[in-house]
């Protein structure tokens, strides 16, 4: 069974800036894709981001120029840096991690952007 495990949240004042982590039991070669997605208390879960086995990625226009997907092959893990974060960021967020057929959810982390 794949493991997707997420680090990294926590309490941030807007403007700041924090990493989240997506660490998987595997290669994230095994992957498709891996994906971030977000769920505001009361709102639907949202995609944030994508970074595809070619390392092409693509964002969320309500992120696209603050946040940025980057990765690291040999800890399998891919990462996620929110800068200039807004209160509207505040959510949880999960990692999946998917493939033909197949997707794998991690259980999230809580990003909370207040003064």
């Known amino acids: 069974q794949v493991q997707v495990v997420e680090s990294g949240g926590g309490l941030v004042q807007p403007g700041g800036s924090l990493r989240l982590s997506c660490a998987t039991s595997?290669?994230?070669?095994?992957?498709?894709?891996m994906a971030w997605y977000r769920q505001a208390p009361n709102n639907e879960r949202e995609w944030v981001a994508t970074?595809?086995?070619?390392?092409?990625?693509n964002y969320a226009d309500s992120v696209k120029g603050r946040f940025a997907l980057s990765r690291d092959n040999t800890k399998n893990t891919v990462y996620l840096q929110m800068n200039s974060l807004k209160p509207e960021d505040t959510a949880v967020y999960f990692c999946?991690?998917?493939?033909?057929?197949?997707?794998?959810w991690g259980k999230g982390t809580l990003v909370t952007v207040s003064s």
């Open positions: 595997g290669s994230i070669f095994n992957f498709i894709a």
């Open positions: 999946r991690a998917y493939g033909l057929g197949t997707q794998y």
């Open positions: 970074i595809a086995q070619s390392g092409t990625t």
